[in-house]
């Protein structure tokens, strides 16, 4: 095994595939993004001035390496409540976003050459930070017609000696696919079967929709010590630029070895933006709430749009604010299409193929604009559609 380093890792990874149209946007007008995922609401009211008021009362020094007391405990309170994870404020610490969280929990579980199974298409940074980590990664491909549910079969199919950690997303960035108690309770038994490390990553666990409630994987039975939680502020209270993530892991042993890389990276989150944090847990929950019928609102919308369009297609996302796109139909392959589109009719997607080897038929849409954009977006997607 040749030896590992960052530097020579850096060489074998691209740059993400969702900033390189973004990018790309940026110097044209008359765009419509359907590209960055982003909560469009600002920062409820009550959490900004928290985090003021906390300036103002001089709370700027380091806060301790795993967070402030009173934000993990309420984190802490939380995780109990809503996603019946029994973790204390000892085994939860406070990230630089979600982010940080992964990378952390990526680059403390595995050594040099172990394999690491990442359900695809995937979110843009799972495979990279593997292999930034010494990591093999292993990508299951998650199939359209089983709603992009990671299929148990398949997952045991990539199982060896050498596979030591799982990494699930739901709800999924970019196929907006929730799994169900059901579909984890199938994984959690292969989990268990070969003792594999998992990393759950629930950013978007507040974003579900037509009724439906999100289930955390270590909440299943025999399942606590296995798993890492991974979650974040950003999408939850729109919090994006914030930079407030947190992990959760009962193994004492792992959870040090993120707390001793935390502390000579970034040491600690920065101190008046936990107290925010702090505020949003507390506070009133009624912006959440909001914000998520209106993403329930703003998928409908799209859904219908897409259906009434020819030449591509989409199954319903039950989360998230993302829809996948079949665009099979055109002949096209994902970049070309992604790069067409923006170039004829200014609307930025992402192309299918940023997220894995399996999606270079589809694209990303990301619906966090208000209605009449994405009525427009759709207006110009058609009419690209007929010229093509």
Not at 137 to 157: G, Q, S, W
Not at 265 to 294: I, Y
Not at 308 to 324: C, D, N, Q, T
């Amino acid at each position: 095994m040749p030896e590992h380093s960052i530097s020579s890792s850096l060489d074998r990874i691209p740059k993400s595939g969702i900033r390189k149209l973004f990018d790309l946007a940026q110097s044209m007008e008359g765009i419509i993004s359907l590209g960055i995922g982003e909560p469009d609401f600002d920062t409820p009211p009550h959490i900004v001035e928290a985090s003021i008021k906390a300036l103002k009362e001089g709370k700027t020094y380091y806060s301790p390496n795993s967070g402030l007391l009173e934000l993990r405990q309420a984190i802490s309170e939380k995780m109990k409540k809503q996603n019946f994870i029994d973790v204390s404020e000892n085994e939860i610490m406070i990230t630089v976003g979600g982010g940080q969280a992964l990378a952390l929990a990526i680059q403390s579980s595995i050594k040099t050459g172990d394999g690491v199974i990442v359900p695809s298409p995937a979110f843009v940074a799972y495979v990279p930070t593997v292999i930034l980590s010494g990591g093999n990664p292993i990508e299951v491909e998650c199939k359209e017609d089983e709603n992009f549910i990671l299929n148990p079969d398949l997952l045991e199919e990539k199982i060896t000696e050498k596979t030591e950690l799982l990494i699930l997303n739901s709800p999924s960035n970019p196929t907006g696919a929730v799994m169900k108690k059901r579909d984890l309770e199938k994984i959690s038994d292969i989990i268990m079967e070969y003792n594999l490390k998992v990393i759950s990553d629930e950013v978007y666990e507040s974003l579900i929709y037509d009724g439906k409630k999100h289930v955390s994987l270590a909440s299943l039975n025999g399942m606590e010590n296995n798993v890492i939680t991974v979650n974040s502020f950003s999408k939850t209270y729109s919090m994006t630029g914030w930079r407030v993530g947190y992990l959760s892991s009962k193994d004492e042993s792992l959870f040090d070895r993120m707390l001793k890389l935390h502390m000579y990276g970034p040491v600690c989150n920065n101190t008046f933006a936990q107290f925010g944090a702090l505020e949003a847990l507390k506070g009133s929950q009624d912006f959440v709430n909001h914000m998520r019928d209106e993403f329930e609102d703003r998928r409908n919308l799209l859904m219908k749009r897409i259906e009434e369009m020819k030449g591509v297609s989409a199954i319903k996302p039950e989360g998230a604010f993302y829809l996948f796109m079949n665009i099979s139909q055109t002949k096209m392959k994902s970049e070309e299409f992604s790069e067409k589109l923006l170039n004829e009719e200014k609307v930025v997607s992402v192309p299918g193929a940023a997220f894995g080897p399996y999606s270079d038929e589809f694209v990303r849409l990301a619906y966090p604009l208000k209605k009449e954009k994405i009525n427009e977006a759709c207006d110009r997607i058609e009419r690209f559609l007929s010229k093509n």
